[in-house]
């Protein structure tokens, strides 16, 4: 069945460094691609997607590209905040092989230390 | 505002206790879906509902109950919890009518079952 992988955390990282969290899915077929963040205290909510192979999706410095050929994922951003400060979850969706639901990978927890 | 509300953001209960926690969201969507986040588990879908009347079992349904008998609300049913299923609990909802309609979630309930 179709399943995300993201790397482990918890990771810390300074003020206005560069971030990386890494995604990679399986898929029988053609998902979109979503990154959520959670704040702490609160629900998930989406930071970016994309639906097609080769898309950059991007919101509030964050991006990741659709990689088909490494289904690939992967989160960035030039340089973080404190505020950045929350756990990220990579996910995808297909309608057309598992209508109903979201398959979510277990979450990084980023800290962003000043 | 569009959101999905979830009452009670906290609840402590004792075992047996029958309890129902609430969802309900102000955008129309056709699905709805219950979630709960553990540590070390992510997160695992209880139940979901893909229109009124229309509901089905996600990945862990044992123990849990749920209605949709109008399109807006959404309640999760514990008739008898137990200390396995002190959790936080995540209701969302999308349009699900394409394949990058994202998750619109509550801000959570966290429950403890003693």
């Known amino acids: 069945g179709d399943s995300v992988t993201q790397m482990e955390g918890p990771v810390t990282l300074s003020e206005e460094a560069f971030l990386t969290i890494n995604c990679t899915y399986t898929?029988?077929?053609?998902?979109?691609l979503f990154w959520y963040v959670q704040y702490p205290g609160e629900g998930l909510q989406l930071l970016l997607k994309?639906?097609?192979?080769?898309d950059k999706g991007s919101n509030k410095g964050f991006e990741a590209t659709y990689r088909k050929e490494t289904t690939s994922f992967h989160l960035e951003k030039g340089s973080v905040q404190v505020s950045d400060s929350a756990v990220y979850f990579c996910?995808?969706?297909?309608?057309?092989?598992?209508?109903?639901?979201?398959?979510f990978g277990p979450g990084t927890s980023l800290s962003v230390i000043p | 505002e569009a959101q999905v509300t979830q009452n009670p953001r906290y609840l402590i209960t004792v075992t047996g206790k029958k309890l129902t926690v609430t969802c309900s969201q102000n955008?129309?969507?056709?699905?709805m879906s219950w979630y709960r986040q553990d540590p070390g588990l992510g997160l695992r879908q209880i139940y979901y509902?893909?229109?009124?009347?229309?509901?089905d079992k996600g990945d862990v349904p044992e123990g849990y109950k749920v209605s949709r008998k109008e399109k807006r609300n959404f309640p999760l049913i514990l008739e008898s919890p137990s200390p396995n299923q002190t959790s936080l609990y995540f209701c969302?909802?999308?349009?699900?009518?394409?394949?990058?309609?994202?998750?619109?979630f509550g801000n959570g309930t966290r429950l403890t079952v003693t």
């Open positions: 955008m129309n969507h056709e699905y």
């Open positions: 898929a029988t077929g053609y998902p979109s």
């Open positions: 996910a995808l969706s297909d309608l057309r092989t598992s209508y109903d639901k979201v398959i």
């Open positions: 509902s893909m229109n009124v009347e229309v509901t």
């Open positions: 994309a639906t097609k192979a080769d």
């Open positions: 969302a909802s999308s349009s699900g009518e394409e394949n990058n309609s994202p998750l619109h």
